[in-house]
T-cell receptor, first 119, second 113 residues
Framework: AQKITQTQPGMFVQEKEAVTLDCTYD???????LFWYKQPSSGEMIFLIY??????QNATEGRYSLNFQKARKSANLVISASQLGDSAMYFC????????????????FGKGTHLIIQP | DGGITQSPKYLFRKEGQNVTLSCEQN?????MYWYRQDPGQGLRLIYY???????QKGDIAEGYSVSREKKESFPLTVTSAQKNPTAFYLC????????????FGQGTRLTVV
């Protein structure tokens, strides 16, 4: 079973509109972290936002916010007032801190959403 | 400037050859990681190292090898045993146990010709 699921392979959004990118996750570890990364066409991975499983409030970083619904195992990224420069691949990822079952350290990534902002 | 440097940016390899990808960091991070990315896919973990002289296999370690002789360096060798080595390779590092963010290098695009 996939640990990170991103159901939107691609999205077209008008400039200045808000965008919600979906992410659901699966883990049995009570302690985990959820990440969103942006990957422009140049290839580097740019960290956007982090949410810990015990954090009481949703994380926010400038125009980015994470809509964390723990019971639903959902961690959607919201980009407010989208800009042309937001066009990129967006990846949701998870790190399981207790690594139950002897799993590896490192991030588990979803397959990504290709976001295109139209003028 | 602190960061992670991967070299080269583009690499071409003939079938049957081993090739080594470089990853250097000056962030004083303990943990380092190698990921592979195929077109239209997310990243998959190849190897990771949490401390010098120690490393562990990730999800797709077959056909790859690593070393961690220095804290700053974590080179990845793609051996001839790797059946489908053409991919984009990303190196990352992270600070202490409770450190959250992983910092990534610019990546190396490997093509087998």
């Amino acid at each position: 079973a996939q640990k990170i699921t991103q159901t939107q392979p691609g999205m077209f959004v008008q400039e200045k509109e808000a965008v919600t990118l979906d992410c659901t996750y699966d883990t049995s570890d009570p302690s985990y972290g959820l990440f969103w990364y942006k990957q422009p066409s140049s290839g580097e991975m740019i960290f956007l936002i982090y949410q810990g499983s015990y954090d009481q409030q949703n994380a926010t970083e400038g125009r980015y916010s994470l809509n964390f619904q723990k019971a639903r195992k959902s961690a959607n990224l919201v980009i407010s007032a989208s800009q042309l420069g937001d066009s990129a691949m967006y990846f949701c990822a998870m790190r399981e801190y207790q690594i139950s079952g002897g799993g590896a350290d490192g991030l588990t990534f979803g397959k990504g959403t290709h976001l295109i902002i139209q003028p | 400037d602190g960061g992670i440097t991967q070299s080269p940016k583009y690499l071409f390899r003939k079938e049957g050859q081993n090739v080594t990808l470089s990853c250097e960091q000056n962030l004083n991070h303990d943990a380092m990681y190698w990921y592979r990315q195929d077109p239209g896919q997310g990243l998959r973990l190849i190897y990771y190292s949490q401390i010098v002289n120690d490393f562990q296999k990730g999800d797709i370690a077959e056909g790859y090898s690593v070393s961690r002789e220095k804290k700053e360096s974590f080179p990845l060798t793609v051996t001839s045993a790797q059946k489908n080595p053409t991919a984009f390779y990303l190196c990352a590092s992270r600070g202490g146990t409770w450190s959250t963010e992983a910092f990534f290098g610019q990546g190396t695009r490997l093509t087998v010709v």
